[in-house]
């Protein structure tokens, strides 16, 4: 048995119901459940046992988030992408950022190893931190089992709650620079005016930022505003909420820049919608052959999206059985057993 100190602060912070948050949440559940592995949680009364690893499951670049001495002899940290350096013009770390930056970096060698989400994000690491390639391990995520197809009932009481149009895209995420939202917003003026896209995520509401503003300003330039809804207000994880927007979608679609792994593409799987996505980074690796590509322009996303509403009936369907299956070759369980090997390697 493999004692391991697991932060899970991002269970009790701004990032409980974000990625990290969702990452944290599974990752130890499914731990435990192998019977391998006990999990000792920083707040916890472990009573003097002695964790063999600490578990850090996220790096922040200019945030303070590693530290330089561990509770126990081998450390192992979960970076999950290293988008900002790839994008520097767009994220600007500010003097304190750099510093901060620079003090991560130096954490980063007394890691044992780090587990990241795709070999995309290996090689961005490789470039971008010059971390030796054996120190870094390759671990795919799962979706959230919980979001699943809902039926008729259920997706008409979401409709009505958010005020869903009859016909719509889907983005489920996030408004950073890499998500390439403006182009989606233009790829609107190239598709049939009845459509409607639904961008849904708690940052989707007016602020005073510049992804913000890029959002309003191609709103205008495209003359689709009236064709754009935000969908934000989420209770906690929202779980039913997010799994009909999911099930209603004509299609969805990810037009990212790059990515660390992308699980709304496992999610719109799970719950039956097909995918148009960037044929970018580790969208590849987890699109795989159930996924219609596109280049990450509003005129190649159109003409993806065109394909997929083209399809008949049969097609659809037959495609979205396929997908299914494939976003169940990602699993928590798989997920956690590999976790297990790099402590195991680690440890040996």
């Known amino acids: ?25 599974f990752l130890t559940e499914y731990l435990e459940k192998e019977g391998k592995v006990t999990i000792l949680r920083p707040s916890a ?20 988030t590693l530290p330089f001495f561990h509770k126990a002899k081998k450390a192992v940290v979960t970076i999950h992408d290293v988008i900002p350096l790839k994008f520097k013009q767009y994220y600007r770390p500010g003097i304190k950022g750099s510093l901060r930056y620079r003090k991560q970096r130096l954490a980063l060698r007394k890691i044992s190893a780090i587990i990241t989400d795709s070999q995309a994000s290996k090689s961005d690491i490789i470039n971008e931190l010059g971390i030796p390639e054996h120190k870094i391990h390759v671990v795919y995520l ?10 008729e009932k259920t ?10 149009p009859k016909k719509y895209l889907l983005y489920v995420g996030d408004i950073n620079y890499n998500k390439n939202i403006p182009q989606l917003i233009k790829a609107l003026k190239f598709l049939p005016d009845d459509l409607h896209l639904v961008l849904a995520g708690k940052n989707f509401t007016p602020q005073d930022i510049p992804e913000w503003q890029w959002l309003e ?32 979608a004509e299609v969805y679609v ?20 097909p995918v148009v996505c ?37 097609k659809r369907d037959q495609w979205l059985r396929d997908a299914y299956k494939w976003s169940q070759t990602f699993s928590w369980q798989k997920t956690a057993r590999e976790t297990i090997k790099v402590y195991h390697e680690i440890l040996s």
């Open 142 to 151: 799962a979706a959230n089992p919980e979001l699943q197809k809902v039926d």
């Open 254 to 273: 990810q037009p990212s820049l790059a990515e660390g792994f992308g699980l709304p593409v496992l999610e719109a799987m799970q719950c039956r919608a």
């Open 45 to 64: 009364d472990d009573q003097g046992v002695k964790p063999d690893v600490v578990h850090y499951p996220y790096f922040d670049l200019f945030f303070s």
């Open 217 to 248: 300003t191609q709103m205008a330039l495209s003359n689709v505003a009236e064709r754009v809804h935000f969908v934000s207000d989420f209770q906690g994880e929202a779980t039913e909420e997010i799994s009909a927007l999911y099930t209603g």
């Open 155 to 164: 997706f008409a009481k979401v409709k009505k709650l958010h005020r869903l």
């Open 278 to 314: 960037s044929r970018t980074s580790s969208l590849i690796e987890v699109g795989g052959e159930h996924v219609v590509f596109a280049e990450p322009t509003a005129e190649s996303l159109a003409e993806s999206i065109t394909q997929v509403l083209e399809w008949s009936q049969t």
């Open 1 to 25: 048995m493999i004692n391991v100190l697991f932060d899970t602060s991002p269970l009790g912070n701004a990032h409980a119901h974000r990625g990290i948050g969702m990452y944290t949440r």
